[in-house]
Structures are given as C-alpha cells and as structure tokens.
C-alpha cells in the first residue's frame, strides 16, 4: 500500500518567513495529493491539492510543488502570519481511493 | 456546498456500550465514505471505506464485527462502535467525495468519543 512520509514533524519560523514542508510516498499510482490544516480539534481543512498532471499550483500564500519522478511534493507557504499555526498533513490517493496521511507537521509562527 | 456533518459532536458512554457516529453529507451526494481515527497529537487512520449499498472495506487491524459500518443511502454512512472499551477512545472523522467527482473529499467535523 501507499506510504506518506512527512517531515519535519514541527517547524517554527517567524511572522512574515516562509515555511516549507515535504512529502514523499511511494505508491507510483498515485494521483491526488492534498494538505490538510488541522487546528485542535476541528476537522482538516483542505488548503491545497494537486494533480498528478501538473508540476505546481499556487493560491495566494499556499503553493505546492510535485516532483512525479521523485515522488516527493511539497507545501510552500510564504509570508506566515501567526494564524497559520497549526497541524498541516500531506496526504496521497489514487483516484477514489481513501487518502493516506503523513504524519503531520506542526507549524508555529511566532510575531 | 460539499459539507459534511457528524452526530453527535461528542459522546461519554460507559465501557461495554455501543455508540453510534452519523455522518452526513448535506448538499451532495457521496457514493463512498471514510471513516478515519485519530489519537491525541498524531495522524489520521483510515479504518474502513464505506460504499452505499454494500459492505464496507476495512484496513487491516479494524475489526470489523467491533466497527459495525452502514451505508445505506448516499447521504449517510453510520459507525457504531460496540462494546467500547477505553482503548476505544478517540476522535473518530468521516469523509466524504462528492458522486461522480472523487479526489476531493470533504471532511466531517468529527466525534469524541471518550469511553469511561
């Protein structure tokens, strides 16, 4: 099956520094890969997704990158401001298929 | 639109009683489901795809006997948790893609479940 690696498991910047947080899975099938934020005890919020077809994506502060050769993306977010501490998770799916998560990455931006 | 919702948001039950989560999708309909678990500070754990009008998938681990799964329309998955044990505690959250569109899925706003 599909395995997500996530790293780092937290990351601390400073108000206005960029973050960035990467995945890599293993499962060459897989075609759909979205970041979730997560605040304490709400459910994932979708940010971001991307395709297998397409290399980035970007909205606003938030883009994501995705290497298919390496099988690895990546959550770019520029410009942090203090409300964006939270739990952020990669996740990797085929098609209809249930989503398979990192870890986690828990980001503190700090003013 | 896509907004799922769960029932209850919260739930305190005695060790050996069961409990049912609902999980709905209001303004879409959603051939398939998810049930995931998530323990305190790590990551979530898919336990079974529920498929209306048929039997759900479990991931191995998930008793399936102990995690009774019903799908019986497209808006509404249920997942009754028998014979609780603290064990069971957890935050329990659906998913679902929208019928006929099914990368995205829209997340329930999640159950506690504190089992005593």
């Known amino acids: 099956g599909e395995n997500v690696e996530q790293h780092p498991s937290t990351l601390s910047v400073q108000e206005g520094d960029s973050a960035v947080i990467k995945c890599t899975y293993s499962?060459?099938?897989?075609?759909?890969f979205p970041w979730y934020k997560q605040e304490l005890g709400k459910r994932p919020q979708l940010i971001i997704d991307?395709?297998?077809?397409?290399g980035e994506k970007k909205d606003q502060r938030i883009a994501v990158t995705l290497n298919k050769t390496a099988k690895h993306f990546s959550l770019h977010i520029t410009e942090t401001q203090p409300e964006d501490s939270a739990v952020y998770f990669c996740?990797?799916?085929?098609?209809?298929?249930?989503?398979?998560f990192g870890k986690g990455t828990s980001l503190l931006v700090t003013p | 639109g896509a907004v799922v919702s769960q029932h209850p948001s919260w739930v305190i039950c005695k060790s050996g009683t069961s409990v049912k989560i609902e999980c709905r999708s209001l303004?879409?309909?959603?051939?398939?489901m998810f049930w995931y678990r998530q323990f305190p500070k790590q990551s979530l754990m898919l336990m079974a795809t529920?498929?209306?009008?048929?039997?759900?998938?479990?991931e191995q681990g998930v008793e399936k006997d102990k995690f009774l799964i019903n799908h019986a329309s497209l808006t509404l998955s249920t997942l009754t948790v028998t014979s609780a044990h603290p064990e069971d505690s957890s935050f329990y959250i659906c998913?679902?893609?929208?019928?006929?569109?099914?990368?995205?899925?829209?997340f329930g706003p999640g159950t506690r479940l504190t089992v005593l």
């Open positions: 998913s679902a893609s929208i019928q006929g569109i099914t990368d995205t899925q829209y």
């Open positions: 499962d060459s099938a897989s075609n759909y």
């Open positions: 991307i395709r297998s077809n397409v």
């Open positions: 996740a990797a799916s085929r098609t209809g298929y249930a989503l398979n």
């Open positions: 303004d879409f309909q959603a051939t398939t």
């Open positions: 529920s498929n209306e009008g048929s039997k759900a998938t479990y």
